[in-house]
């Protein structure tokens, strides 16, 4: 294998791992109804990339690629995130927008249809 597939795999892998992080983090602010916010969006990052466990399973050099370079500025206000038609993204605001996106699209247990029929019989009984 080349060395730039493996540092290609360490990448992923990364990445991987950094999404999960985001998602996890993002998520205790989604079922608590709280909006995405430009704050929220700076707090999210700065914790996920401070995760030490995140820290611990990679190479420093594969964590400078998650950070946002210093000329890429975003408001720090408490109103919405919005980016229009950007999709020039730090991963972690990328990652972030997307599990508040993946809640908005998922249906909540209130909107979903229960059917009150008859009790299922297990498959294959009866057929």
Do not use: C
Request: a negative charge.
């Amino acid at each position: 294998m080349k060395e730039n597939d493996l540092a290609a795999l360490r990448f992923q892998a990364a990445a991987r791992d950094l999404d999960h992080i985001v998602r996890h983090i993002a998520g205790r602010y989604v079922v608590q109804g709280v909006p995405l916010t430009w704050r929220l969006l700076h707090g999210i990052e700065a914790e996920a990339l401070a995760d030490l466990g995140f820290a611990s399973r990679h190479e420093a050099d594969v964590l400078d690629l998650f950070k946002r370079p210093e000329d890429m500025t975003y408001p720090e206000t408490d109103d919405p995130a919005t980016f229009g038609k950007s999709n020039a993204l730090p991963m972690a605001f990328a990652f972030a927008v997307a599990a508040y996106e993946d809640a908005q699209n998922a249906p909540s247990p209130d909107k979903r249809t229960h059917r009150q029929d008859a009790p299922r019989q297990p498959r294959g009984v009866g057929q």
